[in-house]
């Protein structure tokens, strides 16, 4: 990693834990309103990730529940090399149906779904999708403990986690997003679309989502919008 690209990852790693998506978290419910495609190893659910704010960035998750225990795997591409992506399963354990956002999110017109503008479509953090430690939406931004794309832009997640009986009972009404984009190709995060709203430090390029994907328990993925 160049010095300019330490640089920009020790300003990230900088965030405080607080400063994450401001949508009131979802209460728990248990109704039983799940499926999937039962397996000796548990119940699975696949994800098609697909772009937004023309990112390029693509991938597939699975997502294998046994119990409480829920395990994910992530194999995405286009993401921006070298750079930390958070990532998070967003949406409701109430019944409120969410879903991915396409363009017309983008109230402002500014060429970008920002952070703020995809919440009302994707809903709140459920689960971060850290690499190690606290998995709550409390680590939003734990840049530290996202995973970091390849020289590539390819990156590759798994771990198995525990989760509330909440999202055990609804987690095919869930999805999953991946944040961090490079509009102008400079393979890097700098603020050339402006400042983060979730704290002005940061820009914009480094928590606008890069791709959304619905879970589908049946094996074959529900699309987002470019």
């Known amino acids: 990693m160049t010095a300019k690209r330490s640089t920009r990852l020790v300003a990230l790693l900088a965030v405080p834990a607080a400063l994450t998506l401001s ?61 930390p992506h958070a990532q998070h399963i967003h949406g409701s354990t109430t019944g409120h149906e969410f879903t991915c956002p396409d363009t017309s999110a983008d ?26 430690g606290d998995t709550s939406k409390a680590s939003g931004l734990a840049v530290d403990r996202m995973p970091v794309a390849d020289k590539n832009g390819n ?29 102008n190709g400079n393979g890097m995060y700098d603020f050339g679309k402006g400042k983060s709203e979730l704290d002005p430090k940061l820009p914009q390029e480094a928590t606008a989502p890069a791709n959304c994907g619905t879970i589908d328990s049946h094996g074959g993925g529900h699309m987002a919008n470019h």
Do not use: C, F, M, W
Request: glycine letters at 12%.
């Open 107 to 132: 109230k402002n017109g500014d060429g970008i779904v920002s952070t703020a503008e995809g919440l009302p479509a994707y809903g709140d953090i459920n689960i971060s999708l850290t690499t190690k």
């Open 23 to 83: 949508v009131a978290a979802p209460a728990l419910a248990h109704d039983g309103n799940d499926s999937g495609s039962q397996t000796r190893h548990g119940r699975d659910y696949q994800v098609t990730l697909l772009p937004l704010n023309d990112s390029g960035a693509r991938g597939t998750a699975q997502l294998t529940l046994q119990g409480r225990q829920l395990t994910v795997k992530i194999e995405s591409q286009g993401l921006v090399p070298g750079q």
């Open 155 to 183: 990156l590759s997640y798994a771990r198995t986690i525990t989760v509330s009986q909440a999202v055990a009972d609804h987690i095919s009404r869930l999805h999953v997003v991946q944040h961090g984009i490079d509009p």
